[in-house]
């Protein structure tokens, strides 16, 4: 009872902060870990010790799962030499340097527990980084690195602080760090990939999506286990299955598989991530307490906790410079056809947070190792320090470095382009399939949902603040279902349909709903964004095409006011200055005034927008 009591309360204490932070627009994870200090310190507040086991075994492999299957296999693979060099050599380089820190600073301690306290610092968190990079919208590029960082480096730091733990019984020849290293991270990734075929291999013949629900929720746990049974590293294993699966899943999994799979994972990730936090801040009493009783004097005891959280942070600034100029050379961002400035670099140095991970590889250290409670405020100082002083800067330096966040209406281009090269797909195997006569104009309805779809995400580039078609359509028909859905809880009421009948329905009704309400979400965002001034990439015919033209007729569409009509968002053809209305508005008057003069380029007439778009290859640049 004791224990169901504490969990509750924990996670009752998770949603409140939580809940306070989206209130005040203030930071949950440093919130929480405030909320956790000062909960150490009060006395019916029970004494929580952070167990090695339990968030190794407990908390890592979900958490790093999660993460996994949300993070891009392809942009891992684009930033693999980054994220190599941060996760293995960052780590090796931190490990060294705060390993001769520490032995010179604390005298008479071993260098095996030197390097010990090491390979606990050295590894940043996955989770701080993140929560706190996307909140205030970090570019995308640095996000993926620290993401991929942050996914391998716990392995590299668990197989150093394993080697030094036994260093501190026998001696260990510095070929078998690396020969130990090699077996774990061959290991951990064959054993990802033996979960990945497995795993893969059952879910092409499930339908059920609670079935693949439970099989998801025990693959991080039985790939880390299973890993670590062989000696192979259960970090990697974990990584290696998460992200084929999730890469894999459009292909493997059924979509209502996938939805389950999404919502399931976010909200085990929401309330373990803020556990973390927590936790985190109720080790303060205990680790302060006993690192006091040390013999060392309490200055010099904040000396060496504060040098060594310099050193951590200073070492992981220089490595990244070092790494960008001698070694990665970034080409040219793919998106945008530049390369990352100095600022992308200082950033991703700058945000090296570190999270429980790190304290709670510190416990592992044998209780008789010398100075071992300096030790554990080391590891809790670097932990609440990088959070707090590099958490909470992290946001004024972006603004100070002018580094730029992810552009929503950049992306709503990106989107719709993406929607019409889907959708010219769609129809293309619907006039294969519709060979024959259509009497009750199955095709034509087809096709005029695909239509819906696409304007919609057109309509959301558009720089307008009045209401677009879609946007009516979502606000009535949000009302209509909410009249469905009071009529069916009425019916329900009556007892006179099944119960699972109701719930199908409602369900029905709920989908539909969720898919307007994300479509809102999107055009939010959007909405008060300021439109992109250009957008790379393209054909030919757009880099060809003339950059302004002077319009025949600024702000209106000629065609539309000749026949009384409406129009959505306006477009200038580059060729003649035509100016006509879109293919959201009634009569799509730009598209027909390629087809009968075949200019092929127009650009959004909308004030302050200046991306175009290829009728012939059908591409925005």
């Not at 996000?143 to 001696?171: H, M, P, Q, R, Y």
């Not at 992810?406 to 989107?415: E, F």
């Amino acid at each position: 009872m004791h224990l169901v009591v504490t969990l509750v309360a924990i996670v009752a204490a998770v949603l409140a902060t939580t809940a306070l932070c989206n209130r005040f627009d203030l930071s949950s994870p440093l919130a929480l870990i405030v909320v956790g200090v000062i909960g150490s310190y009060l006395t019916f507040i029970p004494e929580i010790e952070l167990h090695p086991e339990v968030v190794l075994l407990g908390l890592l492999p979900p958490l790093l799962y999660s993460a996994a299957l949300q993070s891009s296999l392809v942009d891992f693979n684009a930033n693999r030499r980054s994220i190599l060099l941060l996760s293995v050599g960052l780590v090796a380089f931190t490990t060294s340097g705060i390993a001769v820190l520490v032995h010179w600073l604390i005298p008479g301690i071993p260098w095996a527990a030197a390097f010990a306290i090491g390979a606990v610092v050295s590894p940043p968190d996955a989770i701080a980084a993140t929560a706190i990079g996307r909140r205030i919208g970090l570019p995308r590029r640095v996000v993926t690195i620290l993401e991929g960082e942050s996914l391998f480096n716990d392995a590299t730091a668990l197989v150093g602080l394993n080697t030094a733990l036994v260093a501190l019984k026998s001696s260990v020849a510095w070929y078998l760090v690396v020969r130990d290293f090699g077996l774990a991270a061959g290991g951990g990734v064959l054993i990802g990939l033996v979960f990945f075929f497995g795993i893969g291999l059952v879910r092409k013949h499930v339908t059920d999506p609670v079935f693949d629900s439970g099989l998801s929720f025990i693959t991080p746990f039985a790939a880390y286990i299973t890993a670590e049974e062989i000696n192979a590293s259960g970090v990697i294993a974990v990584v290696v299955a998460g992200l084929l699966l999730g890469h894999k899943a459009p292909i493997i999994q059924s979509a209502q598989a996938r939805i389950a799979e999404r919502m399931n994972w976010s909200s085990i990730a929401f309330l373990l991530e803020g556990s973390v936090f927590l936790l985190i801040g109720l080790q303060a009493r205990t680790i302060i307490a006993d690192a006091a009783d040390d013999s060392l004097s309490g200055g010099r005891i904040a000396l060496i906790c504060g040098l060594t959280l310099l050193s951590v942070i200073m070492l992981r600034l220089v490595w990244v410079f070092i790494a960008r100029y001698l070694i990665v050379r970034p080409g040219p961002d793919g998106q945008t056809g530049m390369r990352p400035p100095w600022t992308y670099t200082f950033l991703l140095g700058w945000a090296g947070m570190r999270g429980v991970v790190t304290l709670a590889a510190a416990f592992a250290i044998p209780t008789d190792t010398k100075h071992r409670e300096v030790l554990l405020l080391i590891a809790f100082t670097v932990t609440a320090g990088t959070l707090f002083l590099q958490g909470m800067s992290l946001p004024w330096v972006a603004r100070r470095l002018r580094v730029p966040s992810p552009d929503p209406t950049a992306d709503a281009l990106a989107r719709a382009n993406l929607l019409h090269q889907a959708a010219s797909a769609g129809l293309t195997r619907l006039e294969e399939v519709f060979t024959h006569e259509d009497p009750h104009e199955v095709g034509e309805t087809l096709r005029e949902r695909v239509r819906r779809r696409g304007d919609a995400a057109w309509e959301q580039v558009g720089n307008s603040d009045e209401l677009t078609p879609s946007e009516i359509y979502s606000k009535k028909r949000r009302m209509m279902i909410e009249a469905e859905r009071a009529r069916v809880l009425e019916i329900r009421s009556t007892g006179t349909v099944p119960h699972e009948v109701v719930e199908e329905v409602l369900a029905m009704l709920d989908v539909e709903e969720s898919m307007l309400e994300y479509s809102d979400r999107e055009v939010d965002k959007v909405r008060p964004a300021q439109a992109p001034t250009s957008y790379e990439g393209g054909c030919e015919d757009l880099q060809l095409a003339r950059p302004a033209v002077e319009p025949e007729t600024a702000g209106q569409c000629d065609d539309c006011l000749a026949v009384g009509s409406p129009w959505v968002h306006l477009r200038l053809c580059l060729v003649c200055g035509k100016v006509a209305c879109c293919d959201s508005s009634p009569l799509k008057h730009a598209t027909a005034h390629f087809h009968d003069s075949g200019h092929e380029v127009m650009r959004s007439a909308e004030p302050g927008e200046y991306w175009r778009w290829c009728f012939v290859h059908e591409l925005t640049g």
